[in-house]
T-cell receptor, first 114, second 111 residues
Framework: DAGITQSPRHKVTETGTPVTLRCHQT?????MYWYRQDPGHGLRLIHY???????DKGEVSDGYSVSRSKTEDFLLTLESATSSQTSVYFC?????????????FGDGTRLSIL | RKEVEQDPGPFNVPEGATVAFNCTYS??????FFWYRQDCRKEPKLLMS???SGNEDGRFTAQLNRASQYISLLIRDSKLSDSATYLC????????????FGPGTSLSVIP
């Protein structure tokens, strides 16, 4: 399995609080991604990174920010959590985005915003 | 039209059956194609890449039809352990083209 660790694995918090999820990889891959997965919506890209300090928005980036200060770590922050951000969050990595380089996923973080 | 569409499912098949999933994509410039499986409450895992010439891995066969813009996954001799959701994934042409995940097709293999 790809060396990807997400933390925490589970979190319950209250509306309005800040939340930071961490993704750590040991593969030295350039590309890292944050997705959320909700029933009826499938996987949706929140933000991605194509290198240290290089990030870009995905299709559902509102309410989220990211940072990548080291190759191995990609942080996802909910500045002020809302109940609509209750979801399962997956981090993924890929060596590149050229042909036939797939993404590999972490175990996920289950986040509940009450 | 959605960028990646899959058979809605669910598929309920007996053990030993052969089952086929189809996936269509809208971007004719797409270059890379994959099938992932996702077990309940788990992360998606790469099942196989899909090559232009088609490829096989044991009981699994993936095919690509660029002219019609669809890919397929065939599972022969279904096992109970094949029960999962199967996701079709399509990459864009350039480095920054986004990856599109299909909604998935659920498979239940019944004893």
């Amino acid at each position: 399995d790809a060396g990807i660790t997400q933390s925490p694995r589970h979190k319950v918090t209250e509306t309005g609080t800040p939340v930071t999820l961490r993704c750590h990889q040991t593969e030295n891959h350039r590309y890292m991604y944050w997705y959320r997965q909700d029933p009826g919506h499938g996987l949706r890209l929140i933000h991605y990174s194509y290198g240290v300090k290089d990030t870009d928005k995905g299709e559902v980036s509102d309410g989220y920010s990211v940072s990548r200060s080291k190759t191995e770590d990609f942080l996802l922050t909910l500045e002020s959590a809302t109940s609509s951000q209750t979801s399962v969050y997956f981090c993924a990595i890929s060596e590149s985005t050229v042909r036939n380089q797939p993404q590999h996923f972490g175990d996920g973080t289950r986040l509940s915003i009450l | 039209r959605k960028e990646v569409e899959q058979d809605p499912g669910p598929f309920n098949v007996p053990e030993g059956a052969t089952v086929a999933f189809n996936c269509t994509y809208s971007n004719s410039a797409s270059q890379s194609f994959f099938w992932y499986r996702q077990d309940c409450r788990k992360e998606p895992k790469l099942l196989m890449s899909v090559y232009s010439s088609g490829n096989e891995d044991g009981r699994f066969t993936a095919q690509l039809n660029r002219a019609s813009q669809y890919i397929s996954l065939l599972i022969r001799d279904s096992k109970l352990s094949d029960s999962a959701t199967y996701l079709c994934v399509v990459n864009g042409k350039t480095s920054y083209d986004k990856v599109i995940f299909g909604p998935g097709t659920s498979l239940s293999v019944i004893p």
